[in-house]
Nanobody
Framework: QVQLQESGPGLVKPSQALSLTCTVF??????????WNWIRQPPGKGLEWMGA???????YYSPSLKSHISISRDTSKSQFFLQLTSVTPEDTAVYYC????????????WGQGTLVTVSS
């Protein structure tokens, strides 16, 4: 059974970079048909899709974040990463890593989420 787990600092200062790691257990991030996503939810707001890295390493970003987001991976560790530069308090959110399953066309497997607060 595939499980995802986010890790990273819970507090980031404004203007600094936010970096998170998603570790995938029980599966490979290079298996065809899956996309590996970052989704966030600010307090009191809805879910926001941020971007993804495909099984082939191709990346996709939300247009609203494209100027300061980067997603990468380490296939040897079954990990993928989020970096968000120049953060502001508006980037405070629960961040989720999520597997998209192409055959089901849905965000099928979610990590438990990690709260990141941007504050000085």
């Amino acid at each position: 059974q595939v499980q995802l787990q986010e890790s990273g600092p819970g507090l980031v200062k404004p203007s600094q970079a936010l970096s998170l790691t998603c570790t995938v257990f029980g599966g490979s991030i290079t298996t065809s048909g899956y996309g590996w996503n970052w989704i966030r939810q600010p307090p009191g707001k809805g879910l926001e899709w941020m971007g993804a890295i495909g099984y082939n390493g191709r990346t996709y970003y939300s247009p609203s974040l494209k100027s300061h987001i980067s997603i990468s991976r380490d296939t040897s560790k079954s990990q993928f990463f989020l970096q968000l530069t120049s953060v502001t308090p508006e980037d405070t959110a629960v961040y989720y890593c999520v597997r998209f399953t192409g055959t089901k066309r849905n965000f099928e497997i979610w990590g438990q989420g990690t709260l990141v607060t941007v504050s000085s």
